[in-house]
T-cell receptor
Framework: DVKVTQSSRYLVKRTGEKVFLECVQD?????MFWYRQDPGLGLRLIYF???????EKGDIPEGYSVSREKKERFSLILESASTNQTSMYLC?????????????????FGSGTQLSVL | GESVGLHLPTLSVQEGDNSIINCAYS??????FIWYKQESGKGPQFIID?????DKRQGQRVTVLLNKTVKHLSLQIAATQPGDSAVYFC????????????FGKGITLSVRP
Protein backbone atom coordinates (compact mmCIF):
# COMPACT_ATOMS: atom_id res chain seq x y z
CA ASP A 1 0.00 0.00 0.00
CA VAL A 2 1.10 3.55 -0.68
CA LYS A 3 2.06 5.41 2.43
CA VAL A 4 2.11 9.18 2.63
CA THR A 5 3.36 10.31 6.01
CA GLN A 6 2.98 13.77 7.44
CA SER A 7 5.34 14.46 10.28
CA SER A 8 2.87 16.07 12.68
CA ARG A 9 -0.78 15.40 13.37
CA TYR A 10 -1.29 18.61 15.34
CA LEU A 11 0.77 21.79 15.47
CA VAL A 12 0.27 25.00 17.42
CA LYS A 13 2.34 27.99 16.36
CA ARG A 14 2.40 31.69 17.07
CA THR A 15 1.81 34.50 14.61
CA GLY A 16 5.02 35.38 12.79
CA GLU A 17 6.73 32.04 13.34
CA LYS A 18 8.28 30.16 10.45
CA VAL A 19 6.54 26.81 10.12
CA PHE A 20 7.68 23.69 8.31
CA LEU A 21 5.25 20.92 7.40
CA GLU A 22 6.95 17.76 6.22
CA CYS A 23 5.62 15.02 3.98
CA VAL A 24 7.24 11.77 2.89
CA GLN A 25 5.92 9.16 0.45
CA ASP A 26 7.32 5.68 0.01
CA UNK A 27 6.10 4.72 -3.47
CA UNK A 28 8.58 6.58 -5.65
CA UNK A 29 5.83 8.87 -6.93
CA UNK A 30 6.89 11.70 -9.20
CA UNK A 31 4.13 14.09 -8.21
CA MET A 32 3.51 15.59 -4.79
CA PHE A 33 0.94 18.13 -3.65
CA TRP A 34 -0.02 20.31 -0.72
CA TYR A 35 -3.66 21.17 -0.08
CA ARG A 36 -5.42 22.98 2.69
CA GLN A 37 -8.88 21.96 3.80
CA ASP A 38 -11.28 24.38 5.44
CA PRO A 39 -14.95 23.91 6.40
CA GLY A 40 -17.21 24.90 3.56
CA LEU A 41 -14.32 25.51 1.16
CA GLY A 42 -13.24 21.97 0.43
CA LEU A 43 -9.70 21.15 -0.66
CA ARG A 44 -7.66 23.93 -2.21
CA LEU A 45 -4.33 23.36 -3.91
CA ILE A 46 -1.43 25.39 -2.53
CA TYR A 47 1.59 24.06 -4.45
CA PHE A 48 2.59 20.97 -6.32
CA UNK A 49 5.77 19.42 -7.63
CA UNK A 50 6.25 16.99 -10.48
CA UNK A 51 9.95 16.40 -10.04
CA UNK A 52 12.79 17.02 -7.66
CA UNK A 53 13.55 20.73 -7.34
CA UNK A 54 10.50 21.56 -9.47
CA UNK A 55 7.49 23.39 -8.07
CA GLU A 56 4.33 24.92 -9.44
CA LYS A 57 1.86 27.27 -7.81
CA GLY A 58 -1.58 25.99 -7.14
CA ASP A 59 -4.69 28.05 -6.57
CA ILE A 60 -3.71 29.69 -3.26
CA PRO A 61 0.11 29.94 -3.03
CA GLU A 62 0.26 33.29 -1.26
CA GLY A 63 1.99 33.09 2.10
CA TYR A 64 3.50 29.68 1.37
CA SER A 65 6.59 28.21 -0.23
CA VAL A 66 7.71 24.65 -0.83
CA SER A 67 10.85 22.61 -1.11
CA ARG A 68 11.49 19.33 -2.92
CA GLU A 69 15.13 18.38 -2.52
CA LYS A 70 14.48 14.64 -2.66
CA LYS A 71 11.89 12.72 -4.61
CA GLU A 72 10.21 11.24 -1.56
CA ARG A 73 9.98 14.45 0.49
CA PHE A 74 7.91 17.59 -0.08
CA SER A 75 7.94 20.36 2.49
CA LEU A 76 5.47 23.20 2.92
CA ILE A 77 6.84 26.36 4.49
CA LEU A 78 4.91 29.19 6.07
CA GLU A 79 7.44 32.00 6.12
CA SER A 80 5.56 34.05 8.69
CA ALA A 81 2.51 32.27 10.02
CA SER A 82 -0.73 34.20 10.30
CA THR A 83 -4.02 33.33 11.97
CA ASN A 84 -5.76 32.91 8.59
CA GLN A 85 -3.42 30.01 7.91
CA THR A 86 -5.04 27.99 10.67
CA SER A 87 -6.26 24.97 8.74
CA MET A 88 -5.96 21.27 8.01
CA TYR A 89 -3.04 20.70 5.65
CA LEU A 90 -3.04 17.61 3.47
CA CYS A 91 -0.13 16.24 1.51
CA UNK A 92 -0.70 13.91 -1.44
CA UNK A 93 1.31 12.08 -4.05
CA UNK A 94 0.65 10.41 -7.38
CA UNK A 95 2.59 8.73 -10.14
CA UNK A 96 2.72 9.79 -13.76
CA UNK A 97 0.40 7.67 -15.87
CA UNK A 98 1.92 8.61 -19.18
CA UNK A 99 -0.02 11.77 -19.69
CA UNK A 100 3.01 13.92 -19.08
CA UNK A 101 4.38 15.69 -16.04
CA UNK A 102 2.04 16.36 -13.16
CA UNK A 103 -0.73 14.24 -14.61
CA UNK A 104 -2.97 14.64 -11.65
CA UNK A 105 -4.75 11.38 -11.18
CA UNK A 106 -5.52 9.12 -8.26
CA UNK A 107 -3.95 11.08 -5.46
CA UNK A 108 -2.89 9.28 -2.31
CA PHE A 109 -3.27 11.45 0.77
CA GLY A 110 -1.57 11.61 4.13
CA SER A 111 -3.57 11.87 7.34
CA GLY A 112 -3.23 15.62 7.54
CA THR A 113 -1.71 18.16 9.89
CA GLN A 114 -4.09 20.37 11.84
CA LEU A 115 -2.25 23.66 12.24
CA SER A 116 -3.43 26.30 14.67
CA VAL A 117 -1.81 29.73 14.51
CA LEU A 118 -2.42 31.81 17.62
CA GLY B 1 -20.54 41.52 8.77
CA GLU B 2 -19.77 38.33 10.61
CA SER B 3 -19.05 35.36 8.43
CA VAL B 4 -20.78 32.09 9.15
CA GLY B 5 -19.16 28.75 8.46
CA LEU B 6 -20.85 26.66 5.84
CA HIS B 7 -22.16 23.25 6.81
CA LEU B 8 -21.73 20.39 4.43
CA PRO B 9 -24.91 18.88 3.04
CA THR B 10 -25.75 15.67 4.86
CA LEU B 11 -27.30 12.45 3.66
CA SER B 12 -28.74 10.26 6.36
CA VAL B 13 -29.50 6.62 5.55
CA GLN B 14 -30.57 3.56 7.47
CA GLU B 15 -28.00 0.82 7.88
CA GLY B 16 -28.54 -1.78 5.19
CA ASP B 17 -30.17 0.62 2.74
CA ASN B 18 -28.51 1.75 -0.47
CA SER B 19 -26.99 5.23 -0.57
CA ILE B 20 -26.74 7.55 -3.55
CA ILE B 21 -24.41 10.52 -3.33
CA ASN B 22 -24.61 13.03 -6.13
CA CYS B 23 -22.14 15.49 -7.56
CA ALA B 24 -22.45 18.12 -10.27
CA TYR B 25 -19.16 18.91 -11.93
CA SER B 26 -18.29 22.14 -13.61
CA UNK B 27 -15.93 21.57 -16.53
CA UNK B 28 -17.35 19.96 -19.65
CA UNK B 29 -13.78 19.21 -20.76
CA UNK B 30 -13.11 17.01 -17.73
CA UNK B 31 -12.47 13.41 -18.70
CA UNK B 32 -11.49 11.74 -15.46
CA PHE B 33 -13.43 11.60 -12.20
CA ILE B 34 -12.73 10.24 -8.76
CA TRP B 35 -14.68 9.66 -5.58
CA TYR B 36 -12.87 10.02 -2.27
CA LYS B 37 -13.99 9.11 1.24
CA GLN B 38 -12.72 11.01 4.25
CA GLU B 39 -13.30 9.62 7.70
CA SER B 40 -13.02 11.82 10.75
CA GLY B 41 -9.38 12.60 11.53
CA LYS B 42 -8.03 11.02 8.37
CA GLY B 43 -6.99 12.11 4.92
CA PRO B 44 -9.19 11.39 1.89
CA GLN B 45 -9.05 7.81 0.61
CA PHE B 46 -9.54 6.82 -3.02
CA ILE B 47 -12.76 4.85 -3.56
CA ILE B 48 -13.34 4.53 -7.27
CA ASP B 49 -12.62 6.36 -10.50
CA UNK B 50 -14.16 6.58 -13.96
CA UNK B 51 -13.08 7.96 -17.30
CA UNK B 52 -15.33 9.82 -19.67
CA UNK B 53 -15.44 6.98 -22.18
CA UNK B 54 -17.52 5.03 -19.66
CA ASP B 55 -20.86 5.78 -18.03
CA LYS B 56 -20.73 3.19 -15.27
CA ARG B 57 -18.09 1.45 -13.24
CA GLN B 58 -18.50 -0.99 -10.39
CA GLY B 59 -16.31 -1.79 -7.46
CA GLN B 60 -16.89 -3.70 -4.28
CA ARG B 61 -20.28 -2.47 -2.99
CA VAL B 62 -19.83 0.80 -4.87
CA THR B 63 -20.89 1.95 -8.31
CA VAL B 64 -20.07 5.22 -10.01
CA LEU B 65 -22.35 6.61 -12.71
CA LEU B 66 -21.36 9.36 -15.08
CA ASN B 67 -23.77 11.46 -17.11
CA LYS B 68 -21.71 13.75 -19.31
CA THR B 69 -24.76 15.35 -20.89
CA VAL B 70 -25.77 17.01 -17.65
CA LYS B 71 -22.31 16.93 -16.03
CA HIS B 72 -23.44 14.72 -13.20
CA LEU B 73 -21.62 12.08 -11.23
CA SER B 74 -23.06 9.78 -8.61
CA LEU B 75 -21.74 7.25 -6.14
CA GLN B 76 -23.97 4.39 -5.13
CA ILE B 77 -23.15 2.38 -2.03
CA ALA B 78 -24.97 -0.90 -1.61
CA ALA B 79 -26.05 -2.16 1.82
CA THR B 80 -24.68 0.85 3.64
CA GLN B 81 -22.76 0.07 6.82
CA PRO B 82 -21.81 2.22 9.83
CA GLY B 83 -18.23 2.23 8.57
CA ASP B 84 -19.42 4.09 5.48
CA SER B 85 -20.16 7.18 7.60
CA ALA B 86 -17.77 9.82 6.28
CA VAL B 87 -17.47 12.86 4.06
CA TYR B 88 -17.46 12.00 0.37
CA PHE B 89 -15.81 14.16 -2.27
CA CYS B 90 -16.03 14.01 -6.01
CA UNK B 91 -13.09 15.30 -8.04
CA UNK B 92 -12.67 16.02 -11.73
CA UNK B 93 -9.81 16.75 -14.07
CA UNK B 94 -8.91 16.93 -17.71
CA UNK B 95 -5.99 14.56 -18.03
CA UNK B 96 -2.76 15.77 -19.51
CA UNK B 97 0.38 17.60 -18.55
CA UNK B 98 0.01 19.75 -15.47
CA UNK B 99 -3.61 18.86 -15.03
CA UNK B 100 -5.07 19.49 -11.60
CA UNK B 101 -7.88 17.82 -9.75
CA UNK B 102 -10.80 20.05 -8.80
CA PHE B 103 -12.60 18.83 -5.70
CA GLY B 104 -16.23 19.27 -4.79
CA LYS B 105 -17.11 20.67 -1.37
CA GLY B 106 -18.08 17.28 0.04
CA ILE B 107 -21.20 15.55 1.32
CA THR B 108 -21.52 13.99 4.75
CA LEU B 109 -23.01 10.49 4.83
CA SER B 110 -24.50 9.54 8.17
CA VAL B 111 -25.59 5.93 8.69
CA ARG B 112 -28.32 5.30 11.27
CA PRO B 113 -28.06 1.96 13.11
Amino acid sequence: DVKVTQSSRYLVKRTGEKVFLECVQDMDHENMFWYRQDPGLGLRLIYFSYDVKMKEKGDIPEGYSVSREKKERFSLILESASTNQTSMYLCASSFVLGGGPATNEKLFFGSGTQLSVL
Amino acid sequence: GESVGLHLPTLSVQEGDNSIINCAYSNSASDYFIWYKQESGKGPQFIIDIRSNMDKRQGQRVTVLLNKTVKHLSLQIAATQPGDSAVYFCAETRTGANSKLTFGKGITLSVRP
